[in-house]
């Protein structure tokens, strides 16, 4: 085996075996590509859409999974399922309802303009808009799902509240309906999924949390880098309040703080393994207490003195770093391919 | 007043009574009508029509007698005439007429307060229409002399008239204003009851501009100069002569920093050259801009006309304390203090007077004194508070700026500083050999190391320069807000500045503070501890122009770039002789008569310290610091270091100038001064150091005729602004080759030019495109050892030195573009991967701990990298740890863990694999 090719074969077979919910699920995908008004914009919210849509697929969600309607097919036919109306956009919710299973998850992305400050909260198609309420009516049918929804558009914040629901994740690139200046979250969305960058823990996924992080991140060192004025501020909520955070928690989180639902969630879909050998099972199972074990330790930060913390949090690590090693010859041993 | 007592004894002091003396009376109506035409010149600053109408043999005035010697009285008083004012009155009875306060006051004015009491007292008693004022007029006269207890009885009987309901004319209001004001010591919700009272005057008589001008200098007390400008411009629309008016509106100005202070202080005056406070005031400007001899001449002519004014006398002491006259200046102070003994604004004003002239612990002193000796002196504890913030005594200073504030909570610069005060919390304290930086939590990782490595050196080697070290720690405040750092300084918004010294405290704005390309911190930062220098080994003696031409001739000598560049305006003001001598240089700095004269003035000031240093050695500035610590003239000082009068140095310096930028002086042709259109060019200035953020190009316009411009350059080859016009013109054409050729040109007659649209920028833009990259890197350093803050043409210079392969130049560039803004992560990556080549670990470390810090997306790898420079720099220790937190971010990041085995040792026996090796 090649070094280079180590990694990736670990991440993959580790990710597997720890990331059990999306195992027994599948993920499907409908991104909107809103009017752009502009032929910037359009190509902008064109391409932000294709990135979105092509890290899906390569992150393994069937094709089938994976729709996109776009504000011109003859953009992209390939990619573009059909155009971004408002009829086709409720239409497509409703097969996505058909098309999907209790427990799958459901990502709708929407790129595109909106406004708020006036009116109800709306997301700018080709024809008529469809207002926040009417995206929340169609997600109705999508009960028993977990649906993540990210309107990245301008003045998206005030679809938050309207969509906010126990079990959902809300995402939108500004917190208010105001906040109506172009922008830019959106493309650092896109830029999360397409590829590592928004990896933030290095386990081969990219998660709800993690691209919203990473957005947050990229538009907050934007802004500061070329000393504008921050006209954006996106928030997440997952706990169903309807509040929105702009700085959720992780997977530590408790279940009435915003981000621990999120931080479970990937746009992504592994294949699975035929079979485990069971040797791997045992390294597995011993990988998940180290990893519990490393979870209740940081937990405990606050009130370990530092040496005691480090201490122990280097016993685990070491520990978790061979177990990998383990995992990664027993995977070679089972024949798993270089990728 | 009775006619016959008028004729029969004023008829030789003024031509009034003969008016009144002869000829046939006109009807009432008549003299109504002639009375109001006079009222309304009167209100309009037609004073001395007034004064000849009413003095005028056929004026004729009698049944409004009384009225027509108040408005005589009140022109005279306007334009400074007080002893005929005086004279007006004689064989008047005053009080019996309703004129008593008037006699009071043109008593007052004339320096005779027996008398002024005594016209008081008589007004007081006939119970006339103008009693009640004249009740409080008495109580004014107790609150100067120091008769607190009754003065303060005399004001409560004036709210007492008003909830009464007998304070019902504008004057009484005025009055029941005033006594609000200055009651509102004791009970500051007494301010807004000044407001309402002064509003009712203004509504009751909207003419009579008294009370909207003590309504602004209410404001203005307040530190709310719009308000006070509304309210003071209001009487000036009407009356635009109106003396006390006018010095109100330049007390605003002043507060402003708005230049035209001076010239509106000057039309009070000549209105009015007996308006004692306009004397004094201009007096306390000359103190500021260190003419001490001006403001003593100055405020001589105040004391002249009124010995006993104590606001005169006040700065008079002053003036004898920052001229080191200690003998005069205790007898001045014991003087005030016999005739007021709690006159604790003669300290507060000491204390502003040396806040003025930067000397900061005395200024602590006085108000510290002025506190002792008035425990409700708000202002006093105000200035205490600041003062000790300013010499980095935090507490005490917060803890004395909340007693002023609870004392008087009106006050915006208190109230902002003590809200900036407490954001302090959010601040780190970071400790080095000779600082103690505070910069905010958010930014402090970052920003400290390289604050820190900077501050350092400038230490050692103004040190050793200056041959003194000054008390250690230094305080250095890094504010992300510019608005902190400018209540930091001034106490409100909107402040020019950069950064400021308070000797043993600097405050400077964060990179993150301004626009990238518009500050370069490092260059700031340099130039505040020299200041730091230069400020304490004089004893804060030195004079504005040498502490601001030392501190740019030291970012010059630090690093390329740095220090103020030469602009147009410059130039055409050497050309056209407005350039101010070494005498005068000062008032380029506190009394600017243009807004870009201060930039002016700095980059002069930097030549000069050059110019001696090159003619006279360093040794001579350090032989002038002596002199002017102790206590020497410039005069003495330019004497003992050069020999050389002061007017031999203007010439020979002016020599030099002409010399240095001949060919450029020549080249700018008809170019307009400082005044015109090149006026633009400059950026804001302020007390910290003019603004260096880019200016507007001057070269570049809309739709040239290229072939016009064709045609002039060729006619026109020595040109200057020409020549760049049309390479300008040209470029935008993307004519890159025959760009070439008028940008040399260009860049040939005035090769210090580096603002917008200089030749270097453009010329490294052609050559790039033309692949002539080292042409190319040729120019951009040329422009880079101009210019400190150009962040694009840094980077641009950068990577045409890393396409050359000129590594250690690259990072060189790097490293300078770091004090620019250390926010970027690219640079700093490239810098860390160039320092790992090249063996420098320590820099490797500095630099991947600044990418940690910048919070990047990849937390986990970012940390990962620092461990490995700090393992490669020898620190396995800090390695272990800082790996550990890449895996708190990413347990399963496996080249973390392979290298956290390999620092523990516990890597499997066998096993091939080595963590990476550093890079990017």
């Known amino acids: 085996m090649k070094r280079g090719g180590a990694v990736p074969a670990l991440r993959l077979t580790v990710a597997c075996l720890l990331s059990v919910a999306p195992l027994s699920a599948d993920t499907h995908l409908l991104v909107v590509a809103g009017v752009g008004g502009e032929e910037a914009y359009t190509g902008r919210f064109h391409l932000w859409s294709t990135r979105v849509v092509d890290a899906a697929v390569a992150a393994g969600l069937p094709p089938e999974n994976v729709v996109y309607l776009g504000e011109r097919e003859d953009l992209d036919p390939e990619r573009i399922s059909a155009r971004s109306t408002g009829e086709n956009v409720l239409a497509e919710i409703a097969a996505l309802a058909d098309r999907s299973s209790p427990g799958d998850d459901v990502w709708i992305v929407l790129f595109g303009h909106g406004s708020g400050a006036a009116g109800p909260p709306r997301f700018n198609l080709p024809g008529r808009d469809l207002v926040a309420d009417e995206y929340a009516a169609a997600l109705e049918q999508l009960a028993d799902r977990r649906v993540v929804f990210i309107n990245a558009s301008s003045a998206s914040g005030g679809f938050l509240g309207p969509l906010s629901q126990e079990g959902r994740i809300v995402i939108t690139a500004t917190k208010s309906g105001g906040q109506s200046n172009e922008s830019l979250f959106g493309g650092y969305l896109a830029e999360a999924f397409d590829g590592a960058a928004g990896d933030a823990n290095k386990d081969g996924q990219t998660s709800a949390l993690e691209a919203f992080t990473f957005a947050q991140r990229e538009i907050e060192r934007y802004y500061r880098q070329n000393g504008l004025l921050r006209t954006e501020n996106a928030l997440l909520d997952d706990d169903g309040d309807g509040l929105g955070s702009s700085e959720p928690a992780g997977v530590e989180a408790s279940e009435t703080v915003d981000g621990r639902l999120a931080s479970l969630v990937y746009l992504g879909q592994e294949a699975r393994p035929s079979t485990l050998t069971a040797e791997a099972r045992e390294l597995t199972d011993r990988r998940a207490g180290i990893q519990r074990r490393i979870d209740e330790l940081r937990l405990q930060r606050e009130t370990l003195d530092e040496e005691v913390y480090l201490s122990e949090l280097q016993e685990l690590m070491v520990e978790l770093a061979l177990v990998d090693r383990e995992l990664e010859e027993a995977a070679v041993a089972d024949g798993e391919p270089d990728p | ?920």
């Open chain 2, 1 to 920: 007043m009775r006619r016959g007592a008028l004729i029969g004894t004023a008829a030789s002091a003024l031509a009034l009574a003969a008016v009144w003396a002869v000829g046939a009376w006109p009807a009432e109506a008549q003299e109504a009508a002639a009375l109001e035409e006079i009222e309304s010149m009167l209100r309009t600053g037609r004073y001395e029509a007034v004064i000849s109408r009413l003095e005028a043999p056929s004026g004729g005035l009698t049944a409004a007698e009384p009225r027509a010697l108040r408005l005589l009285v009140e022109a005279l008083i306007a334009t400074g005439r007080y002893n005929e004012a005086v004279a007006a009155f004689e064989g008047v009875d005053a009080a019996e007429t309703g004129l008593g306060v008037l006699r009071g006051r043109v008593a007052l004015l004339a320096g005779d307060r027996a008398g002024a009491r005594q016209a008081f007292e008589s007004a007081r008693v006939a119970r006339g229409g103008d009693a009640l004022v004249a009740s409080f007029e008495l109580a004014r006269l107790a609150w100067d002399e120091g008769a607190i207890g009754e003065a303060t009885t005399g004001f409560y009987a004036m709210i007492d008239a008003y909830n009464r309901g007998v304070a019902d004319t504008a004057e009484e209001l005025v009055a029941v204003a005033h006594a609000c004001q200055l009651l509102g010591r004791d009970d500051p919700e007494l301010f807004k009851d000044a407001l309402r009272a002064y509003d009712e005057a203004v509504a009751l008589d909207p003419s009579w501009p008294v009370p909207r001008i003590r309504l602004g200098e209410l404001f203005l007390e307040k530190y709310d100069s719009s308000q006070a400008r509304t309210s003071i411009a209001d009487v000036l629309r009407s009356n635009p002569r109106h003396p006390e008016a006018l010095l109100a509106m330049a007390r605003t100005m002043r507060f402003d920093g708005d230049p035209r202070a001076v010239e509106t202080l000057d039309a009070a005056l000549e209105v009015n050259p007996n308006l004692i406070a306009a004397r004094v005031f201009r007096a306390r400007l000359r103190l500021a801009s260190e003419r001490f001899g001006e403001a003593r001449e100055e405020v001589e002519k105040a004391v002249q006309a009124d010995p006993e004014s104590l606001t005169a006398r006040t700065v008079l002491a002053a003036v004898e304390f920052l001229e080191g006259r200690d003998e005069e200046f205790a007898r001045l102070r014991d003087g005030i203090l016999a005739d007021s003994p709690r006159y604790a604004d003669l300290f507060n004003e000491l204390a502003d007077a040396s806040v003025e002239n930067r000397l900061y612990p005395q200024a602590r002193d006085f108000a510290a004194e002025a506190v002792r000796l008035d425990p409700k002196s708000w202002r006093g504890y105000g200035l205490l508070g600041l003062n000790q913030l300013r010499l980095g005594d935090i507490e005490a200073g917060k803890a004395n700026l909340e007693r002023a504030f609870a004392g008087d909570p009106y006050n915006v610069w208190i109230k902002n500083t003590l809200d900036l005060v407490d954001t302090f919390v959010q601040y780190r304290t970071i400790e080095s050999e000779h600082f103690e930086f505070q910069i905010h939590d958010s930014e402090a990782e970052l920003l400290a190391p390289y604050m820190v490595e900077l501050a350092e050196e400038a230490w050692a080697v103004l040190v050793e320069r200056y041959r003194f070290e000054p008390p250690a720690p230094i305080r250095v405040e890094v504010y992300p807000s510019h608005a902190d750092f400018s209540v930091r300084t001034v106490g409100l918004a909107g402040l020019g500045a950069l950064g400021v010294c308070f000797g043993p405290v600097l405050a400077l704005d964060s990179p993150s503070a301004r626009q990238v390309g518009h500050f370069n911190w490092g260059s700031t930062l340099w130039h505040e501890l020299a200041h730091t220098f230069t400020l304490l080994v004089t004893d804060a003696k030195i004079p504005r122009w040498l502490t601001e031409g030392l501190s740019v001739f030291e970012e010059r000598r630090a690093r390329p770039g740095w220090g103020d560049d030469v602009q147009i305006p410059f130039v055409t003001s050497l050309r056209d002789g407005e350039l101010l001598g070494i005498a005068e240089l000062n008032d380029g700095f506190m009394r600017p008569k243009f807004p870009n004269q201060i930039g002016l003035s700095y980059y002069q000031a930097s030549l000069i310290c050059d110019w001696i240093e090159e003619n006279y050695g360093f040794d001579a500035i350090l032989v002038m610091l002596a002199g002017y610590r102790e206590g020497k003239s410039t005069e003495e000082v330019f004497q003992e270091a050069m020999a050389l009068s002061l007017s031999s140095f203007d010439e020979r310096f002016f020599g030099y100038l002409r010399e240095r930028f001949g060919t450029a002086m020549a080249a700018l042709g008809d170019a307009p001064g400082p005044g015109g259109e090149a006026a633009e060019d400059e950026g804001g200035s302020g007390e910290g150091g003019p603004s260096r953020a880019p200016r507007r190009n001057l070269f570049a316009g809309q739709a040239p005729d290229l072939s016009a411009l064709e045609k002039a350059a060729r006619e026109n080859p020595d040109d200057f602004r020409i020549q760049m016009t049309y390479g300008n013109a040209l470029f935008a054409e993307e004519r890159y080759a025959e760009a070439e050729a008028p940008l040399l040109r260009g860049r040939d007659l005035f090769p210090e030019f580096v603002g917008p649209g200089n030749a270097y920028t453009l010329l490294a833009e052609i050559y790039r495109e033309l692949e002539r990259d080292e042409e190319a890197i040729e120019a951009l350093d040329r422009l880079l050892q101009h210019n400190e803050t150009a962040w694009d043409q840094h980077l641009a210079l950068a990577d045409l030195l890393a396409a050359a392969g000129r590594s250690e130049e690259e990072a060189a560039i790097l490293e300078r573009t770091l004090y620019i803004s250390p926010f970027d992560a690219d640079v700093h990556r490239r810098l860390a991967e160039s320092a790992s080549a090249g063996g420098r670990f320590d820099i490797a470390v500095r630099e991947r701990a600044a990418l940690v810090s910048l919070d990047p997306a990849d937390r986990a790898d970012a940390l990962y990298r620092l461990a490995l420079a700090e393992r490669d720099a020898g620190r396995p220790e800090r390695a272990r740890r800082t790996v550990l937190r890449a895996l708190e971010v990413a347990p399963g990041y496996d080249p973390a863990q392979e290298l956290l085995l390999d620092l523990v040792g516990k890597r499997p026996a066998g096993s091939g694999r080595q963590p990476e090796a550093e890079g990017p």
